[in-house]
């Protein structure tokens, strides 16, 4: 039986053009799920859209690939933010995958006063995003920004875009009811340690006019749960699933 294939392709498609695949994809296609010519390859660009790909070559170093045509156009994610303070690797891992699959156009690792690892790895969060990317149809793909203090992102935040933080007090209403009264489509969410924010940091967020603290439900959450669970939300009430 012919399997399905889809790649990533990190420069500009077009119908015709000739693509020779890097080592890691080659590696992949040959050897993990030893690719055939019956099978069936798609890629897309994050610029133009998906296309058909048809199987040039398989070398003993590389697979070339021809472009054919174009089986959807580019869909941009709606303009939602995740913020999280980063966590051990595979918990990253799992926050990456989870906000690339439910439609962040943007990811941003924060350093708070509270979190507790400094081993961030910008290259192998755009990796997994790539890998997610791949298995959920998206044609587009998260920005990933280096990581920053908390407080720097603070200061020169864009005050038209809403900042929704997560509050581990639950002292909040409940997001949903958050995101029913606010319309902004230029949204962000933030998701802080495990440890949670410190005082001075909550003080801040409360008393910012841009930010609105919300829950999410009477049971406090894992980090990573919080942020599969609260982009959820977003996209159902102010998002792409509310349509």
């Not at 050897?31 to 296309?51: A, L, M, P, Y």
């Not at 006063?113 to 997610?132: L, P």
Request: aromatic share 8%; net charge neutral; glycine share 4%.
């Amino acid at each position: 039986m012919a399997k399905n294939f889809r790649l990533y392709i990190p420069e500009p498609l077009f119908p015709e053009k000739v693509i020779t695949l890097t080592e890691a994809q080659t590696h992949y296609l040959k050897n993990v799920v030893k690719i055939t010519r019956q099978d069936r390859i798609s890629c897309f660009d994050g610029q133009n859209g998906e296309f058909a790909a048809e199987l040039l070559n398989i070398s003993k170093k590389d697979i070339s690939l021809r472009i054919a045509k174009q089986l959807r156009p580019l869909t941009i994610c709606p303009d939602i933010w995740l913020l999280f303070a980063p966590l051990k690797k595979d918990k990253t891992d799992f926050v990456i995958e989870k906000a690339t699959e439910l439609g962040c156009r943007k990811i941003i690792p924060v350093i708070t006063e509270h979190t507790n690892t400094t081993n961030i790895k910008i290259e192998r969060y755009t990796a997994q995003s790539i890998e997610a990317a791949e298995q959920c149809r998206r044609t587009d793909l998260p920005e990933i920004i280096p990581p920053q203090p908390l407080s720097t992102l603070l200061a020169g935040w864009d005050k038209t875009r809403t900042l929704y933080y997560m509050d581990e007090t639950l002292n909040s209403p409940d997001f949903y009811t958050v995101l029913k009264g606010n319309s902004n489509k230029q949204a962000a969410i933030l998701i802080g340690p495990e440890g949670g924010f410190s005082s001075e940091e909550l003080s801040r967020l409360q008393n910012a006019p841009y930010a609105k603290g919300a829950t999410l439900g009477p049971r406090i959450l894992r980090a990573e749960t919080a942020v599969a669970a609260a982009l959820s939300c977003w996209q159902l009430i102010q998002g792409d699933w509310s349509n």
